[in-house]
């Protein structure tokens, strides 16, 4: 009893820290540097994210250059890159370190940190009903610990040697010895030295908002009250929490591989002749490490995504959510299946063929769960009264290509099959669409959904759409026809097509597929400029609910402060999707219940 | 239409939260580590190795500091606070004990020919071994700057928060020390 008081007192203590904090005078630095308000740490993560996001896509277009003709130099490259495109030539090193980094800050920088650092900083408690997180200092030190993971992986890409470029998955020994390749010196140190510090970063974000979402939820917000945005991004920080250690292990051996002089990845080398003294290592203990956390990161990475686009689906359908139980549930059992299905990326390492076929049931398995989602999403828009906004659109077009880049997956999850498409642009097209741009169209719904809480303003809606158009058509375009090359045999990774029979006829298709990669990015840049022109000029906001919506950020101010509510956290009476009901269009979370409502 | 009943809940502090979750994802560090340990037993060129004898002074130490910590947080309950100083005085320095009788531990090991660099086998043990260290230090520094916060007059913390914070923490690192004993005894 005595304890519980004692608990009391201290959960007091937090929420009156925060509170009390919004009265003290903020300075310039405590406002939007060093800031501990979870709304202004979410904008540096969504910005930094957009910075990053410019920048990986650029690397892409400069390899696309490179793919579309391999024999072309474009001379003005050199006046930028230097030695790395000497007559402007893109040379081969470089390009192996464009893909590698390209992986690497799309993966991590932009749709870990960028996606679930933003929304789940936004959004927990927002939506929630807390004045912000369990520790707001951690929360702040977490925004930091990636900044500094930034700050070391952009200067890799300075260092003379050049970025890793043994691929994202970094698989010894190419990123185990330093004499392998020119991106397997300091390089790859750096590489490392801040993936530890972006794996700091999650953990640190990752415990706070599941601490959050459990300990800090308003009066009368049961779990099953909550939002499926929350859901989604409490499942995101288990895989989180729980994988990325693992991650950080391995990553830890592999230092002690390149640095001191340890051989757990390492067994009879030679490199130019030169026989290397390690013995004894496994390179495929490595990939086990490796995907044990790889696996999971691509649901951390979809999600946030899934979640948000549950939510801006329903609120834009004007109904309820179909089957909200069962989008819990089938999150959970992705969660659950995640830890289950890492080695059907190993299937031709020599792995056991029989734990092959259980690696291929528990991958398969996973099916299930996605196609409840599908189910779901889709009997949420039927007979809708759809109003289709830029969010909306960009929701919809998430669960197209949810649906486009899982089909594929069913394909690749056959060991069989896998055997064949392993390691071709079959992959690249499947998960890219899956993962990469699905997830992209996540967090574009959210920008789009959220903007006008994040900075008091609308974005432009014109630009909205030409941006939301050119980027499905354009992503269909560039990916669809991967699949074709890649079920042809096209090996991805490789520098120059030309050079061999078989794949010399798809010249031109590459071409084409580097033009639209050209003109897909110059429509991302459409998003940036009314991003960032929004922000001080977009038409401002005027009513506190301008989407109709019923989660409880809406009820917040129009531009609220730390602590979120100027008065008390409002108390929460009913389930989020009281859409339609009772002739009524919306009612919000903190409504009471009355005496002769329906039951939804 | 039922009328909604809103229980007062008993709930956890949120920051022991946030260290349980952070002691669940410290696990499956060291659960990654030992099955990468498992695995590569299997394979060819594993030598099997005895663990230094220091090692057992360091599981009595640790041991030992448990019981100090959970006394000092008894003691810190019912306000005695002359005798929680003492206590945690104790824990931290048998923390200390423990880090010596660590570097003791990989000294003797170093010195009969098991370095670093020798066999994937050894490597392991410096691995998880010195990993396990580095997350105790990481306690003793949060106790030194509690036992500082303690020590000093101008601030006076009467919560007991913190103080269970680094009891159960302490609690934990002794716990995985034990776990990671047997490990490397069972399976070497």
Redesign the interface.
């Known amino acids: 009893m005595?304890?519980?008081i004692?608990?009391q007192t201290?959960?007091q203590?937090?929420h009156g820290e925060a509170h009390h904090e919004h009265h003290h005078q903020e300075t310039f630095i405590t406002k939007y540097i060093f800031s501990q308000d979870h709304k202004m740490i979410a904008k540096q993560f969504l910005i930094t994210g957009i910075i990053w996001a410019f920048i990986g896509g650029l690397f892409s277009v400069v390899f696309r250059l490179q793919l579309a003709d391999p024999n072309a130099t474009y001379p003005f490259l050199e006046d930028f890159l230097g030695h790395w495109a000497k007559g402007g030539k893109i040379q081969p090193e470089f390009y192996y370190a464009l893909v590698t980094m390209h992986g690497t800050i799309l993966v991590f920088f932009v749709l870990t940190a960028g996606l679930s650092g933003t929304f789940a900083n936004f959004l927990i408690p927002l939506q929630i009903g807390a004045r912000d997180m369990?520790?707001p200092m951690?929360n702040m030190l977490s925004y930091w610990f990636f900044f500094l993971a930034s700050v070391i992986m952009m200067s890799s890409l300075f260092v003379q040697t050049g970025p890793a470029s043994g691929g994202w998955t970094i698989y010894p020994p190419l990123s185990a010895l330093g004499e392998a390749s020119s991106g397997s010196k300091i390089g790859m140190d750096l590489w490392l030295v801040s993936m530890a510090m972006f794996i700091v970063s999650s953990?640190l974000g990752?415990?706070?908002y599941?601490?959050?979402i459990?300990?800090?939820r308003t009066?009368?917000m049961s779990m099953t009250r909550m939002p499926l945005t929350i859901w989604a991004l409490f499942f995101t920080a288990v895989l989180g929490?729980?994988?990325?250690?693992?991650l950080?292990?391995?990553a830890?051996?592999l230092l002690?591989d390149r640095n001191?002089?340890?051989?757990?990845y390492l067994?009879d080398i030679v490199v130019a002749g030169k026989i290397m003294p390690n013995?004894?290592?496994?390179a495929i203990?490595f990939q086990?490490?490796f995907w044990?956390l790889g696996h999971p990161e691509v649901y951390i990475i979809l999600l946030p995504a899934m979640g948000m686009s549950s939510e801006i689906l329903s609120v834009n359908s004007r109904k309820p959510i179909f089957g909200y139980m069962a989008m819990v549930g089938s999150l959970f059992a992705i969660t659950i299946l995640a830890f289950l299905v890492w080695a059907h990326h190993m299937f031709v390492t020599g792995l056991n063929p029989f734990l092959g076929s259980v690696f291929v049931l528990l991958t398969l398995l996973i099916a299930v769960p996605s196609a409840i989602k599908v189910f779901n999403w889709l009997t949420t828009l039927w007979r809708g009264n759809i109003r289709f906004t830029p969010a909306m659109m960009f929701a919809i077009g998430f669960v197209s290509l949810f649906i486009s880049g899982g089909l594929t997956g069913i394909f690749l999850g056959n060991s069989a099959l896998d055997i064949h498409l392993h390691d071709t642009y079959f992959v690249i097209a499947h998960f890219h669409i899956v993962m990469g741009v699905a997830s992209f169209f996540g967090l574009y719904a959210g920008v789009y959904h959220w903007f006008p809480k994040m900075f008091g303003r609308h974005l432009n809606n014109t630009l909205s759409y030409v941006h939301f158009w050119i980027t499905i058509v354009g992503a269909y375009l560039i990916f669809w026809p991967m699949h074709y090359e890649g079920l042809a045999g096209m090996p991805r990774r490789y520098y120059d097509f030309s050079n061999w029979e078989s794949f010399k006829n798809f010249g031109g298709l590459n071409q084409f597929i580097s033009i639209i990669a050209l003109l897909v990015f110059a429509a991302q840049l459409l998003f940036v400029i009314n991003f960032f022109y929004s922000i001080w000029k977009g038409r401002k906001v005027t009513t506190l609910n301008p989407w109709n919506a019923n989660t409880l950020e809406w009820t917040t101010p129009i531009r609220p402060g730390h602590g979120n509510w100027p008065g008390d956290i409002p108390?929460v009476?009913r389930w989020p999707y009281d859409y339609a009901k009772d002739g009524k269009d919306f009612i919000p979370q903190n409504v009471p219940?009355?005496?002769?409502?329906s039951?939804h | 239409m039922e009328k909604e009943v809103i229980k007062p809940k008993n709930k956890i502090h949120p920051h022991k939260f946030t260290l349980w979750v952070g002691i669940g994802s410290i696990v499956m560090m060291f659960a990654g580590l030992t099955s990468a340990y498992i695995v590569k037993r299997n394979q060819a060129g594993w030598v099997s190795y005895n663990l230094p004898t220091a090692f057992w002074y360091s599981t009595i130490v640790i041991l030992l500091s448990s019981l100090t910590v959970h006394l000092a947080e008894k003691a810190f309950k019912v306000r005695q606070m002359s005798k929680y100083r003492k206590l945690m005085a104790a824990t931290l320095l048998l923390g200390l004990i423990f880090i010596v009788t660590q570097v003791i531990g990989f000294n003797e090991f170093w010195k009969m020919g098991m370095t670093l660099q020798a066999n994937v086998s050894f490597s392991f043990l410096y691995v998880i071994v010195g990993l396990h260290a580095v997350h105790v230090v990481g306690g003793v520094v949060a106790m030194i700057v509690m036992s500082l916060k303690a020590f000093s007059q101008k601030s006076r913390s009467y919560s007991i928060v913190p103080v269970q914070l680094i009891s159960t923490y302490w609690h934990f690192v002794d716990i995985l020390w034990v776990y990671l004993l047997i490990f490397l005894i069972m399976i070497k």
Do not use: R
């Open positions: 005595s304890t519980a004692l608990n201290a959960q203590e937090v369990a520790s951690l953990l990752g415990l706070n599941i601490t959050t459990l300990n800090m009066k009368g929490v729980l994988s990325f250690p693992v950080l292990s391995g830890i051996l002690f001191l002089g340890t051989s757990f067994s013995e004894g290592g496994s203990l086990h490490l044990f108390e009476h219940v009355g005496d002769d409502e039951k």
